[in-house]
């Protein structure tokens, strides 16, 4: 078993949901894939590794925790305050730049991460682990990653081993 002193962990909020980085196992570390290695195994999100279903509940759950800020068209808008600025999460201007140079040799597990680890703004993490792979996969859809039959796991190594990629690759 795995714990804290031996395993870097992404801790979410929703009963004890962790990712690790790298497992100490057996006093041995297993390092998780990088984007290089899901590439060079061939598997990339273009392999359709989400369901239509799954991005329709990834929208309720964007809807829920995400919109206020990043509305829920996904274009960005102003805080509250006027100062801060909520960045569109879709179309050419995704993440302030485009969707794929944002997330350009970064890996499904990076994405999930970096979202996770940050938003929503006030409470970072507070959501289920399956839930931030649901509104990552509703981004995904929103950018044009098309879907397949069987929902994307959320599970570190699966989302670790797919590799984000432009849409010509």
């Known amino acids: 078993m795995t714990s804290p002193s031996n395993c870097r962990l992404w801790s979410f909020g929703a009963p004890g949901i962790a990712l690790g980085l790298t497992m100490a196992i057996g006093g041995t570390s297993v390092p998780l894939p990088s984007a290089a290695t899901a590439r060079a195994q061939g598997r990339t999100v273009w392999d359709r590794v989400y369901s239509r279903a799954q991005s329709a509940r990834g929208e309720a759950a964007y809807k829920l925790s995400c919109g206020y800020c990043h509305k829920d068209d996904l274009s960005g808008g102003f805080m509250d305050d006027g100062v801060g600025r909520a960045v569109p999460l879709a179309g050419p201007h995704a993440f302030n730049s485009t969707f794929e140079a944002r997330w350009k040799d970064?890996?499904?597990?990076?994405?999930?991460?970096?979202?996770?680890?940050?938003?929503?703004?006030?409470?970072?993490?507070?959501?289920?682990?399956?839930?931030?792979?649901?509104?990552?996969?509703f981004l995904l859809d929103r950018n044009g990653v098309p879907a397949g039959e069987t929902d994307l796991p959320a599970d570190v190594s699966t989302l670790r081993a797919i590799a984000i990629t432009p849409a010509s690759h």
């Open 106 to 137: 970064q890996t499904l597990g990076d994405m999930v991460y970096a979202i996770a680890s940050t938003m929503p703004k006030e409470s970072p993490t507070s959501l289920p682990l399956s839930a931030y792979v649901d509104i990552v996969t």
